[in-house]
């Protein structure tokens, strides 16, 4: 029974590349999170996801970034034209059911982002 | 919104006792509590519910206080394995069922 499944575990892009981090979900998961982690800091959220909807976005910045969750397929988290600041480890988190029915999160190893 | 963790950071000797505190500005559903080591994934260790509940997980316990929107682990007896940086994940009332962590307390256990 496979975890949560990031790829890639590392990726480098240069300054103004697109940047597309996926996550598979464990077997039988439909709720997907993605964190944002800095060294000395926590888990930021950034958007939470059930399967082709966006339940919140209210912690990924307004331009540049987006989510998805399709029907098949994994979920990805695309950063368009990246800036030194977008260097950091993103998470990805599935659930059964929402944590609001006490569902705890299951993290994959996370992508190292890297920008030059 | 963001859950405030203390201490930021603990060092201790193989045997001794920590409590990490993790409190709200809002009213909590849940509190849940997971670890990190370096380089790996966080993993979980319990969900405290409102109501004043206590639970335990090994020599890890912790509580939640409902009233004081606070939540605190106790690791007794420490282990060497126990390094690593603990997180709280808050669960507010009124919020769209998502966990919302801290900045997280260092754990360095030492022989």
């Known amino acids: 029974n496979a975890g949560v499944m990031q790829n890639p575990r590392h990726l480098v892009r240069r300054r103004g590349q697109e940047a597309r981090l996926r996550c598979s979900p464990m077997?039988?998961?439909?709720?997907v999170y993605w964190y944002r982690q800095l060294p000395e800091e926590g888990l930021k959220f950034m958007v939470y996801?059930?399967?082709?909807?966006?339940?919140?976005e209210s912690g990924m910045p307004k331009e540049r970034f987006s989510a998805e969750f399709p029907k098949e397929g994994p979920s990805i988290l695309r950063i368009q034209q990246v800036v030194r600041g977008d260097s950091a480890a993103y998470f990805c988190?599935?659930?059964?059911?929402?944590?609001?029915?006490?569902?705890?999160?299951?993290f994959g190893s996370g992508t190292q982002l890297s920008v030059l | 919104q963001q859950p405030v963790q203390s201490p930021q950071a603990v060092i201790l000797r193989e045997g001794e006792d920590a409590v990490i505190n993790c409190s709200s500005s809002?009213?909590?559903?849940?509190v849940h509590w997971y670890r990190q080591k370096h380089g790996e994934a966080p993993i979980f260790l319990m969900i405290l519910l409102k109501g004043g509940e206590q639970k335990g997980h090994d020599k890890i316990s912790a509580s939640f206080n409902e009233k004081k929107q606070q939540s605190s682990l106790y690791l007794t007896a420490s282990q060497l394995s126990y390094s690593g940086t603990y997180f709280c994940g808050t669960d507010s009332q009124g919020g769209s069922e998502k966990l919302v962590f801290g900045k997280g307390t260092k754990l360095t256990v030492n022989p």
């Open positions: 077997k039988g998961h439909s709720h």
């Open positions: 996801l059930q399967k082709e909807n966006i339940i919140d």
């Open positions: 809002k009213a909590l559903y849940s």
């Open positions: 988190a599935s659930s059964q059911g929402s944590v609001s029915t006490n569902e705890k999160l299951f």
